[in-house]
């Protein structure tokens, strides 16, 4: 029986590339540069405050002809009007995919179900000017009478690792007088340790959560609930320290948070693409509403240029196809990203669950098994300090992961002579993965000649290079857009849908019933694998001795 091709491998240009992979997968990055000495300027492209050099990758003019031909059998252009247009692209939850439409600068409306979201779209970003700079100017007052001074966000997933990103990226333009802090886990470590040496008086929390269901969250709201309400003993303390970020209205009030103080988010923002809608309502206090609107504007320069660039000038699907080549020909399982900029360390968190969470699928829009590979995995860390932890692995390890540098030419800080040294190490790791070093060049460096084989660096390891003029919002905006981008155009390209999650599901299942068990005085052992059953006997056992069996 013939197996049904649903994805990429039904065009021609799929196997068109496999031969073509065939036939250079054995050229070496040296040999590129060498045949072509115009190569790094060649491949490369500029937008704006952007340099992007894809020049370090394993391919060549013919690689990519053939993947942006892939591109377009796929549909890709129509595709990229159809979420910007509003269409439910997200066919599993029938939604609109609209985080677009949240920094859409045009003064053209977008339409969901024939209404312009607009209209919403600015009244929100209005409310969370006023509320932000209420708290900025100190005239939000704690139930003391005092000041807020911290702000606590409550949220996790997208309502958290989005917004703790930019907060942490954009610190060298914040408000240094408040302490901005995120509670996400659980783990009631996570909430203790974040307000120990805070005053209740002095604090508001964010409480955000699209759903306002998510059982993490809903708990640490519930202990800051708790938190305030016993120190301030009275009734009028949620009003003065809880906001709330949610589409579902109904829920914030259950929990007691008045449509005042609620800032509203929509079924058509997925969470993890939710940075520029209300959810960043913390960066906008910590870093002010004109440094979130050059955020937005930032992220608009990304999306025109989506939208309107011819697919060979398009950096988010430039990224996107040479990942598919990595992915599906050179089999590489896994990308990392570097950021050489200690502002960005959160940043590597934050993609991993835009890309993970989109793409790590491996069913197609038809209900198919896909039988070809998605997304990768997703890891990284900020240089320099990752050069002394697993580069190691990038350049004599035996398996190779493509990487993405992303730096800045100009410092927020530089004592003494410090980022001179710090882009010598960017620009030196790049040129050091990609031409390694060879037997003869070890031995002319006068190395011994039994250390040679322990010395020598294979090189022919790909990276790209996102080099910034300087770290502003707008450049952050820029790159969260571009990544954002970059997912999309993976998912149309592996026909699969992006922008569900319906892997994260069964474990929440799992822990509601397990949850149970921990408390219970019977554990329903039949229910659960003989492993679950004895650990949690031992887990009772050592909480509570008497109830080990
Ligand atoms: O992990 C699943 C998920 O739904 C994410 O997609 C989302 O960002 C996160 O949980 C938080 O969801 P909510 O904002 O509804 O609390």
Same mark, same amino acid.
């Given at each position: 029986?013939?197996?049904?091709?649903?994805?990429?491998?039904?065009?021609?240009?799929?196997?068109?590339?496999?031969?073509?992979?065939? $036939?250079?997968?054995?050229?070496?990055?040296?040999?590129?540069?060498?045949?072509?000495?115009?190569?790094?300027?060649?491949?490369?492209?500029?937008?704006?405050?952007?340099?992007?050099?894809?020049?370090?990758?394993?391919?060549?003019?013919?690689?990519?002809?053939?993947?942006?031909?892939?591109?377009?059998?796929?549909?890709?252009?129509?595709?990229?009007?159809?979420?910007?247009?509003?269409?439910?692209?997200?066919?599993?939850?029938?939604?609109?995919?609209?985080?677009?439409?949240?920094?859409?600068?045009?003064?053209?409306?977008?339409?969901?179900?024939?209404?312009?979201?607009?209209?919403?779209?600015?009244?929100?970003?209005?409310?969370?000017?006023?509320?932000?700079?209420?708290? $900025?100017?100190?005239?939000?007052?704690?139930?003391?009478?005092?000041?807020?001074?911290?702000?606590?966000?409550?949220?996790?997933?997208?309502?958290?690792?989005?917004?703790?990103?930019?907060?942490?990226?954009?610190?060298?333009?914040?408000?240094?007088?408040?302490?901005?802090?995120?509670?996400?886990?659980?783990?009631?470590?996570?909430?203790?340790?974040?307000?120990?040496?805070?005053?209740?008086?002095?604090?508001?929390?964010?409480?955000?959560?699209?759903?306002?269901?998510?059982?993490?969250?809903?708990?640490?709201?519930?202990?800051?609930?708790?938190?305030?309400?016993?120190?301030?003993?009275?009734?009028?303390?949620?009003?003065?320290?809880?906001?709330?970020?949610?589409?579902?209205?109904?829920?914030?009030?259950?929990?007691?948070?008045?449509?005042?103080?609620?800032?509203?988010?929509?079924?058509?923002?997925?969470?993890?693409?939710?940075?520029?809608?209300?959810?960043?309502?913390?960066?906008?206090?910590?870093?002010?509403?004109?440094?979130?609107?050059?955020?937005?504007?930032?992220?608009?320069?990304?999306?025109?240029?989506?939208?309107?660039?011819?697919?060979?000038?398009?950096?988010?699907?430039?990224?996107?196809?040479?990942?598919?080549?990595?992915?599906?020909?050179?089999?590489?399982?896994?990308?990392?990203?570097?950021?050489?900029?200690?502002?960005?360390?959160?940043?590597?968190?934050?993609?991993?669950?835009?890309?993970?969470?989109?793409?790590?699928?491996?069913?197609?829009?038809?209900?198919?098994?896909?039988?070809?590979?998605?997304?990768?995995?997703?890891?990284?860390?900020?240089?320099?300090?990752?050069?002394?932890?697993?580069?190691?692995?990038?350049?004599?390890?035996?398996?190779?992961?493509?990487?993405?540098?992303?730096?800045?030419?100009?410092?927020?800080?530089?004592?003494?002579?410090?980022?001179?040294?710090?882009?010598?190490?960017?620009?030196?790791?790049?040129?050091?993965?990609?031409?390694?070093?060879?037997?003869?060049?070890?031995?002319?460096?006068?190395?011994?000649?039994?250390?040679?084989?322990?010395?020598?660096?294979?090189?022919?390891?790909?990276?790209?290079?996102?080099?910034?003029?300087?770290?502003?919002?707008?450049?952050?905006?820029?790159?969260?857009?571009?990544?954002?981008?970059?997912?999309?155009?993976?998912?149309?390209?592996?026909?699969?849908?992006?922008?569900?999650?319906?892997?994260?599901?069964?474990?929440?299942?799992?822990?509601?019933?397990?949850?149970?068990?921990?408390?219970?005085?019977?554990?329903?052992?039949?229910?659960?694998?003989?492993?679950?059953?004895?650990?949690?006997?031992?887990? $009772?056992?050592?909480?509570?001795?008497?109830?080990?069996?």
């Amino acid at each position: 029986m013939t197996q049904k091709l649903s994805g990429p491998e039904k065009f021609i240009e799929w196997g068109s590339l496999g031969e073509h992979y065939s $036939r250079i997968k054995d050229v070496h990055l040296r040999e590129y540069f060498r045949e072509d000495p115009g190569r790094g300027r060649r491949f490369s492209l500029k937008i704006g405050e952007l340099y992007f050099d894809y020049s370090k990758n394993l391919i060549n003019s013919e690689t990519l002809d053939l993947l942006i031909k892939l591109g377009e059998k796929t549909g890709l252009r129509e595709k990229i009007n159809d979420m910007f247009s509003g269409n439910k692209i997200n066919i599993t939850e029938d939604r609109a995919v609209l985080h677009t439409a949240l920094r859409n600068f045009s003064g053209d409306p977008v339409l969901v179900d024939g209404i312009d979201v607009m209209p919403v779209i600015s009244g929100t970003l209005d409310k969370m000017k006023i509320v932000s700079e209420r708290i $900025r100017s100190g005239d939000w007052k704690g139930f003391s009478g005092k000041k807020i001074k911290n702000v606590v966000n409550i949220g996790i997933g997208g309502s958290d690792l989005g917004p703790r990103f930019v907060c942490n990226a954009l610190r060298w333009y914040s408000d240094r007088d408040l302490i901005v802090r995120f509670v996400s886990n659980i783990d009631g470590t996570d909430i203790v340790e974040s307000l120990y040496d805070l005053k209740p008086d002095e604090t508001i929390f964010i409480i955000a959560s699209k759903t306002f269901t998510t059982i993490e969250t809903m708990t640490n709201a519930e202990s800051a609930k708790e938190w305030i309400r016993s120190a301030a003993g009275n009734t009028e303390f949620i009003s003065k320290h809880f906001i709330a970020i949610t589409s579902s209205k109904k829920n914030s009030e259950l929990f007691g948070i008045s449509a005042d103080n609620t800032l509203e988010m929509w079924d058509w923002i997925g969470g993890r693409y939710s940075l520029t809608s209300s959810i960043g309502l913390s960066v906008m206090i910590s870093a002010g509403y004109d440094n979130f609107i050059s955020l937005l504007k930032g992220s608009y320069k990304i999306d025109e240029h989506f939208k309107n660039s011819p697919f060979n000038e398009n950096i988010p699907v430039i990224m996107a196809l040479i990942g598919i080549w990595y992915n599906n020909f050179f089999r590489y399982g896994s990308y990392a990203v570097l950021p050489y900029d200690q502002y960005l360390t959160d940043f590597p968190a934050y993609l991993q669950q835009c890309d993970m969470e989109s793409n790590g699928k491996s069913v197609s829009l038809e209900g198919e098994p896909t039988g070809y590979h998605t997304g990768p995995v997703v890891w990284g860390g900020i240089g320099t300090n990752s050069q002394h932890a697993f580069f190691q692995l990038l350049h004599q390890g035996s398996r190779v992961v493509p990487v993405d540098f992303i730096g800045f030419a100009q410092p927020l800080n530089d004592p003494g002579d410090h980022h001179r040294k710090f882009m010598a190490n960017f620009f030196a790791q790049s040129k050091a993965l990609a031409f390694g070093r060879t037997g003869n060049e070890v031995l002319k460096a006068g190395v011994p000649e039994e250390q040679i084989p322990f010395r020598i660096f294979p090189g022919n390891r790909p990276s790209n290079t996102l080099l910034f003029n300087k770290l502003t919002p707008e450049t952050i905006g820029m790159l969260i857009a571009l990544y954002e981008h970059k997912i999309f155009t993976q998912g149309i390209i592996w026909n699969i849908n992006s922008f569900d999650q319906w892997g994260v599901e069964l474990g929440k299942n799992i822990a509601t019933d397990i949850a149970e068990d921990l408390s219970s005085e019977k554990i329903s052992g039949s229910e659960h694998d003989s492993s679950t059953t004895e650990l949690i006997k031992v887990f $009772r056992s050592v909480r509570s001795p008497d109830e080990g069996n």
